[in-house]
């Protein structure tokens, strides 16, 4: 009887284990977070960004989060494209998200932000919560939280830019963007729009003449290295989107939910920390090894703005059709936040 009972007993608990190792397995959870930045937290906002959630995640709950930085799974396109199916749960991106989501693309109507003060008020507040919820219902992807990729500017060989007369008879690359190929005419300058692979090249040869792109990327990239000129006009303020698919995220219990959340909005702000680091030392940096840099005064920067913004807006309203109402809404969102 009783080696009937231990043998029971033994069986018993070997179902036991099986059976909780079973619903481990079915409820244990892991978060693939990818981007394509440097994975080094001190000098990369997305980097620094993923490392936070990451450790405030596994720090309060019990999901793991396994990072793929650098492009380790693709560019913007795959990594965002992955989420929507469900095969990475979590990306940081910028341009990649105006692709999926069309109205995101307001944000880069140029001279819109005079300060990122504002940008961030403008994001965190009634206006970026409106622009979530449209993505997601597009997308399937939910918004978690905004960080920054920065202001961008011009850089070139020929001469220094200080209001839009200066760019004119200039090449300058610009993303396979049509929204920035209409900037850079409106302004005066000559659009080609290369690969980000392709720029070191197409400078060093002469092909372009400059390009556009937030500071920090200008300096850790050496781009200061092959133009002599940097004038910091900010035409473009870039936000980064960190997004959860929707899905899995509701698969989560509510305290999860609230953590990831939480985390997200944490390591938004540690993203824009960094990258506002990034750009103050990129422009003593970049100007102690030998790039001149030029400040444009407010009423200079009125005549790029003056020029810029009609050709982007009367272009993006034909692109968003009956969505175009976001660019009056993104308007009034800056008015607000600028008083």
């Not at 720029?199 to 792109?213: F, I, K, R, W, Y």
């Amino acid at each position: 009887m009783g080696c009937i009972f231990n043998r029971q007993f033994i069986i018993g608990g070997i179902v036991a284990v099986a059976v909780s190792l079973g619903a481990g397995a079915v409820f244990a959870k892991t978060i693939r977070f990818a981007h394509v930045d440097p994975a080094d937290w001190q000098s990369s906002k997305k980097g620094a960004a993923a490392q936070i959630f990451k450790n405030i995640v596994e720090g309060e709950t019990g999901l793991t989060v396994e990072l793929f930085p650098a492009g380790a799974l693709g560019n913007e396109g795959d990594i965002i494209q992955q989420a929507r199916e469900g095969l990475t749960q979590v990306v940081m991106v910028s341009g990649a998200m105006s692709k999926v989501c069309p109205v995101a693309q307001v944000l880069d109507i140029p001279y819109t932000f005079a300060a990122a003060t504002i940008a961030w008020e403008v994001l965190d507040g009634p206006f970026g919560a409106e622009l979530a919820q449209h993505c997601l219902e597009t997308t399937g992807l939910r918004t978690l939280a905004y960080g920054e990729t920065g202001f961008r500017n011009f850089t070139n060989n020929k001469r220094e830019i200080r209001t839009p007369k200066d760019m004119q008879g200039l090449k300058f690359r610009v993303q396979p963007i049509p929204l920035y190929v209409e900037m850079v005419k409106g302004l005066g300058g000559e659009p080609t729009p290369i690969a980000w692979t392709e720029l070191p090249n197409a400078l060093s040869t002469g092909v372009v003449d400059g390009q556009e792109n937030p500071v920090g990327v200008i300096y850790n990239n050496k781009l200061h290295k092959l133009q002599k000129y940097l004038t910091l006009d900010g035409h473009v303020y870039a936000a980064d989107f960190l997004v959860i698919n929707d899905e899995f995220f509701q698969s989560l219990s509510a305290a999860e939910q609230a953590v990831v959340a939480r985390a997200a909005k944490i390591a938004g702000v540690m993203g824009r920390a960094i990258q506002q680091f990034g750009t103050a030392e990129g422009v003593t940096k970049v100007s102690a090894e030998g790039m001149q840099v030029y400040s444009p005064t407010a009423e200079e920067l009125a005549q790029f703005r003056e020029l810029a913004q009609p050709a982007v807006k009367k272009w993006l309203a034909g692109e968003l059709g009956d969505n175009a109402d976001w660019i009056e809404k993104l308007d009034a969102a800056v008015a607000l936040a600028s008083q």
